[in-house]
């Protein structure tokens, strides 16, 4: 005899168990239509679902944001069972939601084509108008190993072993197809509707194993209405006109090969960019009373044991033996390189807080199908710090970042930014009782820096809990930038202490803290917000100097030891070319303002100037010109 509790309190008695549906037919005819799935008790579950105890249930229609994720797992499992149809040879291995769309892993023989996608696509519509049943069924583990046995499904065997053996084994089921899946779905394939799009083709590893079997891997999306849908595909074909590493092979800004797999070859004006932005970074730091430090880039195995990141982080470490047989590893964070630092000497609770930076080069062993261009690499630098402090100066200083990185944020030109509170994992450091302590005093400190947040359940790191900082682009894309971190436990774990104000010893708290994440993707993400056309004080080539003929080239010169007096970084073009040409090029090429120097341009020492973007053209003297753009080339920190 269940007791409903339903989201604005009220309640409704049952007499026998009842389903999500049916309390969706109760409550109205409209709801019951409408509805999609439901919560009940925090979890996501099936409509028809049995509900035995009492409980509290809300039930989601696509006006819930939970529902997309949803309608985009159907939409995967409905692409699986049309590949099945049209190419019953193919085994279908795994096919979540994922952000902005779903994607299904196939293995077979023969590759797919974008062809093959039109017509996957179709059947998927005619599957839909079908309006399948979709249903939860649960096995028991001997039921599913035999069926995947007898349909010689590897992939499946795999996922089902990999199952803890006291977890419930279900399927899912709609016309002739079945697949192994945790769930929950909507009730059809009906429920669907017909705003979808299989978007692209694309290799992975099973299980993102190179040692593993090739799969290839059908991407999509799907949303409520043809509308959303289309506002989709119009933001993915200008990503991909944005494409950073399209643009940074035309712009010359760096290039990867494969003999150096996730490492980036910085080019002249690529690197420009990279001690740019360091600059601007270290100067920040400077302003904000951190100590710069320089950690060593391989590390005794020890180390990484006693941190506990050796458990967790091992296999995406890089490893190397000495000529004493220690096992060393390529460093993929700075944080205990740093507490060796605080280390050295004794510690006042004066002397807190310590705010210590490094400009850090690590390594990360990443599955080559993960690694993107410079987004997801093997070799980054991250913009790392760790402020060492007591308890009572976790708000202080949360707050004191939260500023910070806001400024920088708002100098590279991004002033969307959520916030996403990220709470303790499965798999963690610590006792319950330090990571209750630990969120507690970082909800304290975001609320103190009055900073709207959304909860991130059970995504912590290992050693506490964390603000994930994620901005919005010129597109409207979201990326996970900066992250702030309240830890417990790496200190103690590495024995750092401070004499506190009573003469015992205590243990400091460790807030990790990164702005950019890593610059290698954050100007990966610089390149694609401005479409490579960047911001004047981040321009390789802020000015190009244009001869016309080759009797200003003198004239040139003169303009362009001017412009590296002021520091501006300028070049000059006297090759024998048109000078329409000359414009398309540079234009072509990003260069922020183009200088055409004629005989007239050299009788009266101006300059004729275009601005990239602009059809016009506008004459000035040189030293006016000089004077207008100098502040503008300037980083905005020293406007």
């Known amino acids: 005899m269940p007791i409903i509790t339903l989201p604005n309190k009220d309640k409704k008695k049952y007499i026998e168990p009842v389903t999500s549906a049916q309390i969706a037919s109760d409550i109205s005819n409209n709801l019951a239509s409408e509805a999609l799935v439901s919560i009940v008790n925090g979890e996501l579950w099936d409509l028809d679902r049995v509900i035995e105890l009492d409980s509290t249930v809300s039930i989601l229609t696509k006006k819930n944001k939970e529902s997309l994720d949803v309608i985009r797992h159907d939409a995967a499992h409905i692409m699986a069972e049309a590949v099945l149809e049209l190419y019953p040879e193919t085994q279908v291995t795994i096919g979540p939601s994922i952000e902005n769309g779903f994607y299904y892993d196939f293995y077979r023989e023969k590759k797919f084509s974008l062809h093959d996608l039109d017509i996957i696509e179709k059947k998927m519509h005619d599957i839909v108008d079908r309006d399948e049943k979709i249903k939860r069924e649960i096995w028991t583990r001997k039921e599913a190993i035999d069926f995947f046995k ?41 429920k669907l509707g017909h705003s979808f799009k299989l978007t692209k083709l694309a290799g992975a590893y099973w299980r993102g194993d190179s040692q593993n079997p090739v799969l290839q891997r059908i991407y999509g999306t799907a949303f409520f209405s043809n509308n959303d849908l289309k506002k989709y595909l119009l933001m993915i074909e200008e990503a991909e006109k944005r494409d950073h590493r399209k643009l940074g092979k035309e712009l010359n800004l760096f290039h990867l090969q494969d003999e150096a797999t996730g490492s980036v070859f910085w080019h002249k004006k690529g690197w420009v960019i990279y001690l740019e932005i360091e600059a601007y970074m270290r100067r920040q730091l400077n302003n904000s009373a951190y100590e710069e430090v320089k950690t060593p880039q391989v590390i005794d195995r020890s180390l990484w044991e006693k941190s506990g990141h050796w458990e967790k982080f091992k296999e995406h470490m890089f ?16 944080c205990p390189g740093h507490v060796q630092i605080y280390k050295q000497g004794l510690k006042s609770y004066k002397d807190l807080p310590i705010r ?52 920088i944020y708002k100098d590279f030109g ?15 450091a610590g006792d319950d009782k330090t990571w209750d302590k630990a969120e507690k005093a970082l909800m304290v400190a975001i609320k103190a820096a009055g900073i709207s947040y959304s909860l991130n359940p059970g995504e912590g790191a290992f050693y506490g809990p964390k603000l994930e900082f994620v901005l919005t682009d010129a597109i409207g894309r979201d990326w996970q930038c900066g992250t702030l971190q309240v830890d417990f436990v790496l200190p103690e774990r590495l024995g750092a202490n401070y004499i506190d104000s009573d003469g015992q010893k205590k243990h400091p708290v460790m807030l990790h803290r990164a702005i950019l994440g890593s610059l290698e993707r954050w100007i990966g993400i610089i390149i694609e917000q401005y479409s490579g056309r960047m911001p004047l004080w981040l321009a390789p080539i802020q000015v190009i100097i244009c001869s016309i003929i080759d009797s200003t ?13 002021a520091s501006i970084r300028s070049e000059v073009d006297l ?29 009266n020492k ?34």
């Open 319 to 334: 490893m190397a033996k000495g000529d004493d047989e220690k096992v060393l590893a390529l460093k993929p964070m700075n």
């Open 356 to 407: 210590m930076a490094e400009f850090g080069s690590c390594h990360r062993n990443e599955p080559s199908g993960a690694l993107h261009g410079i987004m997801r690499v093997r070799q980054f630098t991250q913009d790392d710090a760790h402020i060492f402090c007591t308890d009572s100066q976790i708000t202080s200083e949360s707050v004191e970042f939260c500023e910070l990185l806001q400024k």
């Open 414 to 428: 991004f002033s969307e930014l959520k916030v996403k509170f990220s709470d303790r994992p499965e798999i963690r």
């Open 553 to 565: 080239n003198d004239y040139v010169l003169e303009i362009k030891n001017k412009l590296d007096r």
């Open 150 to 190: 007898k349909n010689d499904e590897k992939f499946k065997l795999e996922l089902v072993d990999a199952i803890p053996e006291k977890e419930m084994i279900t399927f899912y089921r709609q016309g002739n197809f079945l697949d192994l899946c945790r769930g929950p779905h909507a009730p059809s394939t009906k």
């Open 575 to 603: 090759r024998n070319e048109k000078i329409g040409y000359k414009i398309r090029e540079h234009s072509n090429n990003a260069i922020p303002i183009i200088i055409v120097i004629g005989n007239k341009e050299k009788e």
């Open 606 to 639: 101006s300059v004729a100037v275009r601005y990239l973007g602009s059809k016009n053209q506008e004459i000035l003297y040189l030293d006016q010109f000089i004077k207008n753009i100098e502040s503008k080339c300037l980083p905005p920190d020293l406007i």
